[in-house]
């Protein structure tokens, strides 16, 4: 029996696999929203499950593209809507609104998959539904010594034309290594 | 795309989000697996929609079973399921002999008993799959030497 053609069209797989992200994603939101009192506490629940994410994802990601180390934050940037956004997601964002020191910019998602299928409920109206990817990118950014901040500033689901990620530089981390090691 | 990976990752931090870092009592983690075998069989009903979409109707809930170890096993985990065996009196068992959610658990004996958590999630998933189906199930799992892994379907007859 194991050698047999399923029915479904293979070719469709992919789109099959992240629907499947988004769902248990879902799910997980779902849930959150069950065990705590406030929007603000699974905002910040998001967060740090992304945080752990992306701390593991980055070896991941360093594997798979065999991208080097950064020479500035543009690069950082390029490399993340590029390379990351799409490998993960299969969506390329656009990289827009830099700061005038180059510092500061914006990810600009006509399409987030991650709220394919959602609507909020009118009670939930200070939940930020996609907040595991700020979680997920200042874990994984602060892997390779670069601490940024990240927020939503735009979001569909509130009505906003398109999804804005807005991430700023605050400082590179400087390596402890330990004493009299150089 | 490696978009396989996402889902991993995510499904790590569900596990971990639920039964917490520390080991607690029996009665506390059946109550979690419980928590997450109901997310799993929420995002299975979702996910048999949009794959039946433009499926022809099963013949018969054996036709069902097989839709389940092939298509969807292979939109879960990219391959189909190993061996699937019956009773022809409404048991069924699916094999995967390398099941992906246990592939980073290191081989062999010594995280058996961490395994139940990692599987709770799919056997949902097949739960909800089945009953959006019109199969009402129930799903175990079982692993003896990981990664491969049993899955026990009893159908519910009405």
Sequence with gaps: WGREQGRGSQGRQMERNSELFTLTYGALVTQLCKDYENDEEVNKQLDKMGYNIGVRLIEDFLARSSIGRCQDFRETADVIAKVAFKMYLGVTPSVTNWSPAGDEFSLILENNPLVDFVELPDNHNTLVYSNLLCGVLRGALEMVQMAVDVKFVQDTLRGDNVTEIRMKFIKRIEENLPAGDE | ?158
Excluded at chain 2, 23 to 50: P, Y
Excluded at chain 2, 72 to 100: A, E, M, P
């Design chain 2, 1 to 158: 795309m490696a978009d396989e990976a996402p889902f991993q990752f995510l499904h790590s931090e569900v596990i971990q989000y639920v039964f917490g870092a520390s080991d607690s009592g029996d009665a506390e983690t059946g109550r979690n697996i419980t928590k997450v075998e109901s997310m799993g069989f929420r995002v299975g009903q979702g996910l048999i929609e949009r794959l039946t979409k433009e499926t022809s109707r099963f013949k018969d809930e054996l036709d069902v079973m097989k839709f389940i170890c092939k298509d969807f096993w292979t939109c879960l985990f990219k391959k189909q399921i190993d061996n699937l065996r019956t009773n022809h009196q409404g048991i069924y068992v699916l094999q995967d002999s390398k099941f992906q959610l246990l592939s980073h658990l290191s081989a062999g004996k010594q995280y058996l008993d961490q395994a139940p958590k990692y599987l709770a999630f799919t056997c949902g998933l097949v739960r909800g799959a089945l009953s959006n189906l019109g199969v009402k199930s129930i799903v175990t799992a079982e692993v003896s030497i990981m990664p491969a892994c049993k899955f026990q379907v009893m159908i519910q007859k009405i």
